[in-house]
């Protein structure tokens, strides 16, 4: 009965103290807004504006480029980094696809893709986010393409270039042509089956093996035409 006594003491203490915690920051953040005013829309962007994409990565990055900004972001906000951030996006892209292929070769089953991923450019190492839609597409691209043929890779080489061409578009860019002329592998060579080489290696056999009676037509023919041409 002791020890049940002092352990609801305990949890009642530590309940305590955590409402008071949150009660202190509620009334410091409602005495700060007393005091300055809430806090301007676009402000935590003025404070982070010598950082790299306004200090942030990942998700919170995507949502300020595509028009989406976390708390404490503006639309505009996004304008000048949007530019910036097409050398990230390429990379990102080539990445998941050339992931995609690698792991086609190397006898992998498919897998969703990492989300954020690290990107690494000259300039800088950036966490990046794309929707999973996206970039499940430009992986499983990857990964069908190695072995695909026909009309089966001019669709895998229309859903790559539709899908950057969004992502592109969601950050108000323009891709600088058509993905797939960059990172699409040459078409795989199809080797000829035994049936189809035998074939050939018989192509044309017989064609000296002449019908008797056929060859005596024909000789008979070649001689009347030139008695015809000396008359």
């Known amino acids: 009965m002791e020890k049940l006594l002092l352990l609801a003491v305990v949890v009642g203490t530590a309940a305590i103290v955590i409402l008071m915690i949150y009660l202190i920051s509620r009334v410091e953040k409602i005495e700060t807004i007393a005091l300055h005013g809430p806090q301007p829309k676009g402000s935590l962007a003025v404070l982070n504006a010598d950082k790299p994409f306004l200090g942030l990565q990942a998700v919170d990055l995507w949502d300020l480029l595509s028009g989406n900004p976390p708390p404490g972001y503006a639309t505009d906000d996004a304008m000048p980094w949007q530019p910036k951030y097409e050398h990230i996006l390429y990379k990102h892209i080539e990445t998941l696809f050339n992931r995609g292929i690698e792991d086609k070769k190397s006898g992998k089953t498919a897998e969703q893709p990492e989300s954020p991923m690290e990107i690494k450019t000259l300039r800088e190492n950036l966490m990046a986010f794309l929707p999973s839609t996206y970039s499940t597409v ?89 008695r015809d041409g000396l008359g």
Do not use: H, W
């Not at 199809?190 to 064609?207: P, Q, R």
């Not at 009676?213 to 035409?225: I, V």
């Open 138 to 226: 430009l992986y499983e691209s990857g990964f069908e393409i190695v072995t695909a043929t026909g009309d089966d890779r001019l669709a895998i080489i229309d859903a790559l270039d539709r899908t950057c061409e969004t992502l592109f578009s969601k950050i108000n860019l323009e891709t600088q042509g058509l993905m797939s002329t960059r990172l699409a592998p040459p078409a795989p060579v199809t080797t000829a089956t035994n049936e189809e080489v035998a074939g050939l290696e018989n192509y044309g056999e017989g064609e000296d093996d002449e019908d008797p009676e056929l060859a005596e037509q024909t000789a008979l023919l070649e001689a009347n035409l030139g």
